[in-house]
């Protein structure tokens, strides 16, 4: 059979997954967690409790701010010990519940119990409710509330459901654990999205690098028998995690510049999240864990690890629990190589989405000395967008915003496929990400 | 050969003529009625056309001048009173005297105060490590050093300081054309009366972290304790967000609060300098030199 792939585009960065045969491990319980009000896309949380208050594990600490935005969970019990602002991975003010953990009590009505239920519910209101309720959040990277993305506009038909399997980025391994490890909780979640919206088809879509994955989401289909759902192996390239590029790899449409999934068709979550709303719906288990990849090129094979931590907990504790930062680590990094963001401050708590910790070496992240475009087309080759990155560069520089919305530079996704390829080693992706602030402040 | 010479000479003469001759009745017939006014304007204008007025350049502020009923809200930065008391005259309408701006840079991080917690390598333009982060110090808030300002002013009135990290206004450069402030993507540069005889004084900090969090940050940041705010006799001082701020229209250039500040925060410029007395010690010795 011929391999799905996005059809423009793409770049092909070494593999690199040195943690896929490390086993999810349960990270102990730190002394004092920071949860931050700002986990998900949109207007912050607002807290609900105040400091002295007894929470437990799976408690509301924070309400929704606005339409777009999520609850916040407690993903421990303990005493609240103050609100305030923290400082997050970029060292910006956000502000933090700080939690003082003692013991570990969930709250009333969640089941921790491992027994699959694969029972699909059919009220469609009171699962999305009981979505937003868990704060469940797309753990693909934008954070995006999940309710709202599972509940499109009335005149707007879903006709595929895309469980992003993916995880294209090098070094990353958290998705695929969970797909090798839990399967069957992925396939019911998916199933469960199925059904809100109206029963469309559902596509698990993973890239062929995976192959344990897709032989598990497949058994775990065939054994647990939905209807209307199937896996697809893609052929791996990057960055096919991406919302647009993945629906056009698996359902071969394209997406206008500034238009939502939704409007061909397309309803696009990560296995991450689909695992959430299992344990949200199934389970009543609000979305405080999450699977984090600790990795490197200059970390051993013993010292890495695919922890479940709590969001809350310091990336500095996952560090040192991990066995420390290693001496010679240059740039630390929350995410992957190509899209993750550097960590300023590794105090910062981490978040429902933190993705995993990437140590890089000096060598890894060497920047070349940038020389002049030599118009080799490489990085217009390269963007799976269909943009000009040289051109773009180049109207960045004499600051000529008008002409860089015409030249669509709002429809950059950040992917650095244009930076990745480039051999003058241009900054193409730093001049056209400030641009775009810029384009978007006018 | 002279024959082929004169024909040549006479035909390109002649379409000269013929063509000068539709030119001229073409510039009659679309010609544009303009109020030589503006004209004038512009000819007293500096012509730095830097936009600091809120127009275009300075044709467009000229135009926009000679438009309106008066001079209210229009004025150009860069020639000041001078150049608006001229383009009052040729426009018969009165004008305001503006007290003279000057740019001032609200930070004070330079790298022996605000040490840094991490090391940037991407592009040099603080526009691009603003959108990525926070910035290599532990102060979100400050300075990130990288000379956007400098690069925005067209006057050559910034510089960055090597040893401080920090840009430098040279006043006797600055027009207050506001270029700077509306470059910064931190904010951290303001637009203050130049004051009399250039003194002023102001908090030359922007960070609104509480005060342990800020002091960790920075040696010399605004810790909001409001000393300032209590020793000000004139009420220039309010506390906002762990953070003092001194209305320029208010203060009275008394210095109370710089002597109070506990981290030298707050800056007092261009005061002449009060020669120390010489202390009984000195005097003492000098008399027994004597």
């Not at chain 1, 391999?3 to 086993?23: I, N, Q, S």
């Not at chain 2, 009420?235 to 009275?252: G, M, P, Q």
């Amino acid at each position: 059979m011929r391999k799905l792939t996005f059809p423009m585009g793409g770049v092909h960065p070494d593999d690199t997954k040195y943690a896929r045969d490390c086993a999810i491990e349960v990270l102990p319980l730190p002394p004092v967690v920071y949860v931050s009000v700002s986990q998900h896309l949109g207007a912050p949380a607002v807290p609900c409790v105040a400091v002295g208050d007894k929470v437990k594990a799976g408690q509301v600490v924070a309400e929704p701010g606005g339409f777009i935005s999520a609850y916040v969970h407690s993903p421990v019990s303990g005493t609240v010990k103050s609100i305030g602002p923290r400082k997050d991975i970029a060292g910006r003010p956000v502000t933090h519940i700080e939690i003082v953990v003692e013991g570990d009590e969930w709250a009333e009505g969640i089941d921790l119990s491992p027994e699959l239920v694969p029972e699909i519910p059919t009220d469609r209101a009171a699962v999305l409710e009981k979505i937003k309720a868990a704060g469940v959040v797309g753990l693909g990277g934008a954070t995006f509330p999940t309710h709202v993305k599972l509940n499109p506009p009335p005149e707007s038909k879903a006709e595929c459901l895309i469980i992003d399997g993916a995880e294209c980025e090098p070094y990353l391994t958290s998705d695929y654990r969970i797909m090798v490890e839990r399967p069957d909780e992925i396939v019911v979640g998916a199933a469960i999205m199925q059904m809100v919206l109206g029963g469309c088809r559902a596509v698990l879509a993973v890239e062929d690098n995976k192959p344990e994955a897709i032989e598990a989401l497949r058994a775990s289909v065939a054994r647990l028998g939905y209807a209307n759902m199937e896996v697809a192996p893609l052929k791996c390239k990057y960055p096919q995690g991406s919302e647009k590029q993945l629906i056009d790899a698996v359902l071969g449409r394209q997406t206008k510049p500034g238009a939502l999934p939704i409007s061909v068709g397309a309803v696009v979550q990560n296995a991450g999240t689909a695992l959430a709303v299992y344990e949200a719906v199934q389970k009543n288990k609000p979305l405080v864990t999450n699977v984090l990849t600790v990795t490197g090129d200059c970390l051993s094979g013993e010292k890495m690890h695919n922890y479940l931590f709590r969001a809350g907990m310091t990336l500095s504790y996952i560090a040192e629990y991990a066995g420390g930062v290693p001496a010679d680590a240059a740039k630390i990094v929350s995410g992957g190589p190509m899209m993750g963001k550097p960590i300023a401050n590794l105090d910062a708590a981490t978040v429902k989405g933190s993705p995993a910790i990437l140590y890089l070496s000096e060598e890894a992240t060497r920047r070349g000395k940038e020389g002049p475009c030599i118009r080799c087309g490489r990085c217009a080759d390269a963007c799976p967008m269909g943009l000009e990155p040289f051109l773009l560069n180049r109207l960045a520089k004499a600051g000529d915003i008008e002409a860089l919305k015409e030249n669509e530079v709002l429809n950059c996704i950040e992917c650095g496929c244009c930076l990745y390829s480039c051999p003058a080693y241009i900054p193409l992706l730093d001049r056209i990400r400030t641009a775009k602030v810029l384009a978007k402040k006018r | 050969m002279t024959e082929t010479i004169l024909w040549t000479v006479a035909i390109l003469a002649g379409l000269g003529l013929v063509l000068s001759v539709i030119l001229f009745l073409i510039a009659k017939r679309f010609r544009v009625e303009e109020d030589p006014r503006i004209d004038k304007v512009e000819a007293v204008m500096p012509g730095a056309n830097c936009g600091g007025c809120g127009f275009a350049g300075c044709r467009a502020f000229a135009s926009a001048a000679v438009a309106a009923p008066n001079l209210d809200g229009i004025f150009c930065p860069v020639g000041g009173n001078d150049v608006m008391k001229q383009v009052a005259d040729i426009l018969g309408y009165e004008v305001q005297e503006q007290a003279p701006m000057v740019a001032v840079v609200r930070c004070n991080g330079s790298c022996a105060n605000r040490p840094k917690t991490n090391e940037y390598d991407g592009v040099k333009s603080c526009q691009a490590k603003a959108a990525l982060y926070a910035g290599d110090t532990g102060c979100a808030f400050g300075c990130l050093g990288c000379g956007d300002c400098v690069a925005a002013c067209q006057f050559g009135a910034l510089r960055m300081d090597p040893e401080t990290g920090l840009p430098v206004v040279d006043e006797t450069k600055c027009t207050a054309c506001g270029a700077c402030v509306r470059t910064c993507p931190k904010g951290i540069i303001e637009l203050r009366k130049k004051g009399p005889r250039g003194m002023r004084v102001y908090v030359r900090c922007v960070n609104k972290d509480k005060g342990a969090v800020a002091r960790k940050a920075c040696a010399a940041a605004c810790i909001g304790c409001g000393k300032c705010a209590k020793v000000c006799a004139s009420d220039a001082i309010t506390i906002e967000n762990n953070l003092s701020y001194i209305d320029f229209e208010k203060c009275r250039l008394c210095k109370k609060c710089v002597a109070e500040c506990p981290t030298g925060a707050i800056l007092a410029v261009n005061f002449p300098v009060v020669k120390p007395k010489p202390s009984p010690v000195e005097v003492n010795k000098e008399e027994s030199h004597a």
